[in-house]
């Protein structure tokens, strides 16, 4: 390896580092202008500022992910991304779900994983991304009757795109 891809690779890696630092002490990079805003855009991407708040038992609620693939009759079948292969793979499904978190990344990211739902099952007609609040309950609410719950966060519904022409694509089209 040469010695300037060594210290690319270095420079990067202490990069993502500090990105971590930053996001468990939950500093906003946001509020430091457009530099502070492509980092934050990176962190949220790659895990870095998630603040590591899953090793808390503080926790009670997280964000899910579900999505409803309606077929050219009108068939709902409710589906997931899936189990990873890893528990690592687990837990980057879970980062995505949390990412729903920031209003501005909502369309995207949903009409992102709706294009990857119709890949996945090509007679669908339309996908409902539905992101919900899965709020847990301690050991001691559990022994008092009280069940986890899940509440409605987000929604937001895609159509298939139709080939009209060559060279036109057939990813999602947001319905709204």
Not at 42 to 50: E, L, V
Not at 52 to 68: E, M
Not at 144 to 157: D, H, S, W
Request: net charge positive; aromatic share 8%; hydrophobic share 40%.
């Amino acid at each position: 390896m040469s010695p300037m891809l060594r210290r690319c690779l270095l420079f990067l890696a202490g990069t993502h580092l500090l990105l971590v630092v930053l996001g468990a002490g939950k500093v906003k990079l946001r509020d430091v202008g457009p530099i502070g805003r492509a980092l934050a855009h990176h962190g949220y991407i790659s895990g870095a500022s998630s603040g590591y708040g899953f090793f808390s038992a503080r926790i009670r609620r997280r964000l899910v992910l579900a999505f409803d693939v309606i077929d050219r009759e009108g068939n709902r079948t409710t589906v997931s991304l899936g189990a990873g292969p890893t528990h690592e793979a687990d837990l980057r499904v879970d980062g995505i779900a949390s990412a729903f978190a920031e209003p501005e990344l909502r369309r995207e990211l949903a009409a992102s994983l709706a294009g990857k739902i119709f890949a996945r099952h090509p007679a669908a007609r339309e996908v409902v991304v539905r992101v919900e609040n899965f709020e847990v309950v301690s050991m001691e609410d559990y022994q008092r009757g009280l069940r986890p719950r899940r509440t409605p966060f987000y929604e937001a519904r895609f159509a298939r795109q139709h080939r009209r022409s060559e060279g036109q694509g057939n990813g999602p089209v947001d319905t709204r």
